[in-house]
């Protein structure tokens, strides 16, 4: 599986990174998303209490309190029967995120060591690029460098092709890609942990049509798609429906479980 490249200058999907080189750039990439957000909590909290410095362990406190209440769990469990099947007929455990009203199109991960009872989790960390490319069953191939955005912030990709750093504004829901170069496909990024407890960036989302400069606005919803696949990797690109597949609503609810048994989904 190819994996993502650093946040300001590699492509995410590298196509010639070695393993090791894949995992330190994943590092960075979460290292440094990771340290945006503590800056976003502290500054937040500044501004809320009024205080010119806050004590290490309060705000610790805080930042640990702020991704309990926006991290979201999808337990996956799988029958013995349906599990041994799968395995031997070499499926895999995918997972696909929304993105506004668009249909599915990016498998966000996909997993061949799963196992009866799987745990998968994300919270609202993402990051935005652009791709000159949609092709369906082809790996996501970022052609800009990549930011760190939040919700209620925008970036902009000038005319040389560069994405800026995010910066307030747009709707809170939402991001903004402001477009002031030419066509071009926007995507999406977000952090989500592994049945493999690992934590890693990668795409949900790469807009199918291109965009003409001017402001797009970019909304993830917390809605995602489960199913079981073969011969499909990790960024993977489509645009048909997924067979036998569940969709899960995280909208109101922080954790959900569904069962896989006898080749049917079941809410647990």
Request: some cysteine; glycine content about 6%.
């Amino acid at each position: 599986m190819d994996r993502p490249g650093s946040l300001s200058a590699a492509p995410l999907i590298a196509q010639h990174t070695t393993k090791e080189e894949g995992t330190m750039s994943k590092s960075i990439a979460v290292s440094q998303q990771s340290q945006q957000l503590h800056n976003d909590v502290q500054e937040a909290v500044k501004s809320i209490m009024g205080a010119t410095q806050l004590k290490t362990s309060d705000y610790n406190r805080v930042l640990r309190s702020a991704l309990a209440a926006t991290q979201k769990v999808v337990t996956i469990e799988i029958a013995a029967g349906d599990l041994t099947l799968l395995k031997k007929s070499g499926y895999k455990l995918c997972f696909a995120k929304k993105v506004g009203t668009a249909d599915y199109n990016v498998v966000w991960q996909s997993y061949d060591a799963y196992l009866s009872n799987n745990e998968f989790s994300w919270t609202p960390q993402y990051q935005l690029f652009a791709s000159n490319v949609f092709k369906e069953n082809v790996q996501v191939k970022v052609s800009t460098n990549i930011v760190n955005i939040g919700l209620g912030q925008t970036s902009t990709l000038d005319e040389h092709g560069l994405l800026s750093p995010a910066v307030t504004g747009g709707p809170d829901i939402s991001m903004t890609f402001v477009n002031n170069y030419a066509p071009i496909h926007p995507g999406i990024n977000q952090l989500s942990t592994g049945i493999d407890g690992k934590q890693v960036s990668t795409p949900i989302y790469v807009a199918v049509d291109q965009v003409v400069t001017g402001n797009t606005v970019l909304t993830p919803v917390e809605t995602i798609l489960v199913w079981f696949e073969q011969n499909v990797q990790t960024s993977t690109m489509f645009s048909t429906s997924r067979s036998k597949a569940i969709e899960i609503d995280l909208t109101f609810d922080n954790t959900a479980g569904r069962l896989y048994e006898g080749g049917q989904w079941k809410t647990v």
